[in-house]
């Protein structure tokens, strides 16, 4: 019988406090109680098109700016993940995803490889949507990719709605993530030849 893959992560500082859970492989539901609107849609969409079940609970010093609860939800994300693989037996490792988004082209690359690295080329046309600083999409896709320990690639073809860009960047990185964590039967052990990840 398969291990459940499924993660608990909570983390208080003074400046947030954030319980999150993740199950690999869910059905695509989110319960999301955070108090950056725009992050919370990112993470419904997340969720859903990568099939995984995530309950968030996040507040923080949102009345400085959303830096520090983006970046925290983004290493609790990144941490789960981690916890969520486990042994990574079976595991496909690597995922992609190219994703339009209308005006919008994005590909998404992922190697689940204990190696974190992320490749960021995007320029994003605004400074803001609505109330959220977009300089904070990079903070959530590094602290996600160091604390989850894998390689991540973020491609910005083309596009100038800023909404777009973003919103294609989380759904391609769902995607993605949704085959690199896939079982296949044909893998034996780790995906490496060096016996471990």
């Known amino acids: 019988m398969t291990k459940e ?3 608990e992560i909570k983390r208080k500082t003074r400046e947030t406090d954030i319980e999150l859970e993740l199950a690999i492989d869910g059905q695509g539901s989110a319960d999301l109680d955070v108090q950056t609107p725009f992050l919370a849609h990112m ?10 079940d995530l309950n968030v609970r996040g507040y ?3 009345e400085v700016d959303d830096h520090h609860l983006t970046e925290d939800i983004g290493i609790c994300l990144g941490q789960a993940l981690r ?10 490792r690597y995922g992609s995803m190219t994703l339009p988004m209308d005006e919008t082209l994005v590909t998404v690359a992922v ?3 204990d190696r974190p690295h992320l490749e960021w080329r995007a320029e994003l046309p605004k400074d803001r949507v609505g109330t959220f600083d977009t300089e904070n999409v990079h903070e959530f896709f590094w602290k996600l990719a160091v604390e989850a320990r894998m390689n991540l690639h973020i491609v910005l073809h083309h596009g100038h709605n800023t909404h777009h860009i973003i919103e294609a960047m989380f759904k391609a990185l769902a995607r993605a993530l949704d085959e690199a964590t896939q079982i296949d039967p044909r893998v034996k052990g780790v995906p490496s030849t060096k016996g471990s990840l």
């Open 5 to 7: 893959r499924t993660a």
């Open 43 to 52: 993470l419904e969409l997340f969720s859903k098109h990568g099939l995984f």
């Open 60 to 62: 923080g010093d949102v």
């Open 83 to 92: 916890q969520a693989v486990g042994d990574k037996y079976g595991m496909k």
């Open 111 to 113: 190697d689940l490889s």
